[in-house]
């Protein structure tokens, strides 16, 4: 088996015709071919002097109202320090053919979990892309979520990596030997694992961490496993369960836990909620937005989210959209109460 590339455009346009438009939809990272492509994709916000003009109707697919529809993951402290967690374990794990250790990211819906993970697979690659230069042949990260069960209640494993590398299937023959080749010789460092909540205690689990230790200990990567409340999963697969502990004794293992959260109305996540918000706001590209506008906001925000990440980012993008569609091209206190985001709509 080989890896083969999946041109993603050329597979649409033989699906809907070349050139034609499409609707906007996900960047799915499900292949290879997708992950390079988001890790070499810069959001940078753009140039209002290049829009068309405030005059001009505006169309659905407008390149910066579909801008506005995500924008780019702000780099929150949290992201700062997830890093210098992960490129320490990375930097420890590097030569070690075996005692390796993962991380482990966890929180409550909304915080950030699956952005945090991803960021940290995209940085790494664009790290080690500037550290050597880019190479075709090399597959430092590989980004899967937990697939769904199949017939038994299996998991197939196997298939998610294999589908992820483009690998050729050859029938139902076992891809596991071709896989840990191609990792081993392609450089894979960091395996994301989204979704670790869809695990069921057990026989799942079991043979979910058999399979993963299996190519940990093939080809030397270092695993981040992401989901709520995934160290209640991960860390009894990961530790020694054999040995009595002492009393009072910490009865979790060794894999640094990552912890998101919600930010709370005390007065440092306050000054956290803020500059998060003032990172937005100088991403903003509206024809009538005044930088601090959208930072002067932050405790209307801040109410309005409960201080999840995710609320605050729906706010802001639905916002600046609406702002678009009714060429107002500002957010206001006024524009935002107009949002139907974590209200009932009586119709």
Avoid at 63 to 89: N, W
Avoid at 218 to 245: H, K, L, Q
Avoid at 294 to 311: A, Q
Wanted: charged share 30%.
């Amino acid at each position: 088996m080989t890896p083969r590339k999946i041109d993603e455009g050329l597979v649409r346009d033989l699906v809907d015709g070349p050139g034609r438009r499409r609707p906007p939809e996900p960047e799915w990272k499900d292949t290879l071919t997708n992950w390079r492509a988001s890790v070499d994709r810069v959001l940078d916000p753009p140039d209002l002097a290049d829009c068309a003009p405030l005059e001009v109707e505006l169309a659905v697919d407008d390149p910066r109202f579909l801008y506005h529809g995500s924008m780019r993951p702000v780099r929150t402290p949290a992201i700062s320090t997830a890093l210098k967690v992960v490129r320490l374990q990375l930097q420890a794990n590097a030569q070690r053919e075996t005692g390796r250790i993962g991380v482990i990211i966890q929180g409550p819906r909304g915080t950030g979990k699956t952005t945090l993970m991803q960021y940290i697979g995209r940085y790494h690659e664009r790290r080690l892309n500037d550290l050597y230069e880019r190479d075709e042949n090399r597959i430092p990260v590989i980004a899967l979520s937990v697939p769904a069960q199949g017939r038994g209640g299996n998991r197939n494993w196997a298939t998610s990596f294999a589908y992820f590398l483009g690998l050729e299937r050859d029938g139902g023959s076992d891809p596991t030997r071709s896989i840990c080749h191609v990792m081993r010789h392609s450089g894979t460092k960091l395996v994301l694992i989204d979704g670790i909540e869809r695990l069921q205690h057990g026989a799942d689990t079991r043979a979910t961490f058999a399979f993963l230790e299996h190519i940990s200990d093939e080809t030397g990567a270092t695993f981040i496993y992401c989901g709520r409340g995934s160290r209640a999963i991960v860390d009894p697969m990961t530790r020694d369960e054999e040995t009595r502990r002492e009393e009072n004794e910490d009865p979790f293992g060794d894999h640094p836990v990552l912890q998101t959260s919600r930010l709370g109305y005390d007065t440092a996540s306050k000054d956290t909620f803020r500059r998060i918000v003032d990172e937005f706001d100088k991403d903003l590209r509206l024809f009538h937005h005044q930088r601090g506008d959208l930072t002067d906001l932050s405790p209307v925000l801040h109410l309005r989210s409960k201080g999840y990440l995710r609320t605050l980012s729906q706010l802001v993008c639905q916002a600046a959209q609406q702002a678009m569609l009714t060429k107002e091209e500002r957010i206001t206190r006024e524009l935002l109460d107009t949002l139907a985001v974590g209200r009932v709509v009586r119709i």
